[in-house]
């Protein structure tokens, strides 16, 4: 499986960014995928995350009610739509996804990785 993100760059403190994350090869075996950040001299942290078929999307305590995960199916992509944007929430954003349908949070949990895009908010 291999994932493509897209979408990150600078922005002002309360804008918004929408990054993508598209999932390619053997998408047959995902059935979560998620989005973590990682900032110069930190662990890379959980954002958010859905499972299908029919769950729920489940956050961070940091970013809930700021961030809204979502996908679709039919192009195999995931969103997350980053409003109300903190000059804190300037890290590289990664996508992941899984063969799983368990509610992880940490990293070492997920199989598979794309490339980070860059986020930054200015202040």
């Known amino acids: 499986v291999q994932l493509q993100a897209s979408g990150g760059g600078l922005v002002q403190a309360g804008g918004s960014l929408r990054l993508s994350c598209e999932a390619s090869g053997r998408t047959f075996r995902v059935y979560s995928m998620g989005w973590f950040r990682q900032a110069p001299g930190t662990e890379r942290e959980f954002l958010a995350a859905i499972v299908w078929p029919g769950g729920s999307p489940y956050y961070a305590d940091s970013v809930k009610g700021r961030f809204t995960i979502s996908r679709d199916g039919a192009k195999n992509t995931v969103y997350l739509q980053m409003d109300s944007l903190k000059p804190e929430d300037t890290a590289v954003y990664y996508c992941?996804?899984?063969?799983?349908?368990?509610?992880?949070?940490?990293?070492?949990?997920?199989?598979?990785w794309g490339q980070g895009t860059q986020v930054t908010v200015s202040s």
């Open positions: 992941a996804a899984d063969p799983g349908r368990t509610r992880h949070t940490l990293a070492r949990s997920w199989d598979y």
